[in-house]
């Protein structure tokens, strides 16, 4: 439930702030602040989605799921990245439109004070969205913090130019600003396609490998060895396996208590890895 109010928290400050950034491009007709708006439009649709991979993925197991719907929080994170991609092209168009104009922004001072309180909101929803990602692991809020962090840093940036401009008076400062903004987003748009993609592609998950191999090395008495270690992501959740020889002599009953003392003991570790354990009979060794 707390990951679903977080959505529409964002979802409801986003319109918040887009409203706040075009009364301050509309005040100073500048292309600049247009691109923070036209991020801030990007913003709105990528909350959305969050919302909606949210709530799926929230929805417990069934015949067609039988691990979930947690990936659908990862899918939600790679299509935002991608809407941070677009929204760098749109300000790359709108800023080299610009560039061939002679029309210059006006009431930068007022403007530049609106697009700040936007941003200190912008700030505040991201700090928030953090926060939960953490204390939730998801991806979904992971990934819109990242993105109204990214709004929070290119909007810094441009009022630092604008500033210049309004003391030089030289335009095209105005959409070589926006070209800058466009690269920073669109920078930080990849990377989330890119992480977002490595775990759909069941990237092993090295901390829980590492956690799995000190639970199970304490025990190290009662086994001969074990092999064939696998683990995956799964939205919030890690599913890991692996075989553990045995020694051949234990009963069916014995080596059944042993791997649910394992796998009790890592679950109390790491309540958010399932490890499933193939028992395997071996002569111990001489």
Known sequence: MQKKQAALVAIFGGIAVLSIKLVAFFVSNSVALLSDALESLVNIAASGLMFFSVWLSEKPA???????HQKI????????????????????????????????PVHLTLAISISISATVLNGLLSGFLLRTSRKNG??????????????????????????I?????????????????AALIGKMGISLVTK????LMDKSCKEE???????????????????????????????AELHLSVDGSLSVNEAHTLTDHLEDELKNELPNTSLTIHVEPKAPQK
């Open 209 to 239: 490998e590492a956690k799995i191999r000190e639970v199970l090395m304490r025990h190290k008495f009662r086994f001969i060895d074990f092999h064939d270690m696998k683990t995956r992501r799964h939205g919030t959740q890690v599913f």
């Open 165 to 181: 401009v309004e003391l030089t008076g030289w335009g095209p400062l105005d959409a070589i600003i926006a070209f800058v903004v």
């Open 73 to 104: 929080e990862e899918i939600s994170c790679m299509i935002e990245g991608i809407l941070i991609v677009a929204a760098a092209l749109l300000i790359v168009y709108a800023a080299a439109a610009r560039l061939s104009s002679e029309t210059l």
């Open 196 to 199: 977002s993609c490595q775990r």
């Open 138 to 163: 998801s991806a979904a809020l992971e990934g819109d913090s990242k993105h109204l962090l990214s709004d929070v840093i290119s909007s810094s940036g441009v009022w630092i130019g604008l500033f």
């Open 62 to 68: 069934d015949d067609s799921h039988n691990y979930g």
